[in-house]
């Protein structure tokens, strides 16, 4: 079992940053951030190979959102940039510890249905 706490989030500005962390209490091989408007499907955000520090993100968040580790805490952090509207909804990180390759460059995806593990989920909301 790996368990995993987040920390992090709240209101903001349109323009504004956070920065969110998720510390897990076992090895994993993927972590990943998710989040989920009301009304809408959980949507992966940004995810990170563990062992190659290898990222990889949705077109939603690219270059506003850096995902990182600190492979010494085994923990993993989001700082968001630029943030909108839009970007209003409950975050929530996410681990696995089986291998996802995909075989075309992809380390870790993006399907919720891919991670064991979750965090309790942070609110983020983003005024104009």
Do not use: H
């Amino acid at each position: 079992q790996v368990q995993l706490v987040e920390s992090g989030g709240g209101s903001v500005q349109a323009g504004g940053s956070l920065r969110l962390s998720c510390a897990a209490s076992g090895s994993v091989t993927c972590m990943g951030w998710f989040r989920q408007a009301p009304g809408k499907e959980r949507e992966g955000i940004a995810t990170i190979y563990w062992y190659g520090g290898i990222t990889d993100y949705s077109d939603s968040v690219k270059g506003r959102f850096t995902i990182s580790q600190d492979e010494a805490q085994n923990t993993m952090y989001l700082q968001m940039n630029s943030l909108t509207p839009e970007d209003t909804a409950m975050y929530f990180c996410a681990a696995g510890r089986r291998s996802q390759y995909n075989g075309a460059g992809r380390w870790c995806l993006f399907g919720p249905e891919r991670y064991n593990y979750w965090g309790q989920g942070t609110q983020v909301t983003v005024s104009s």
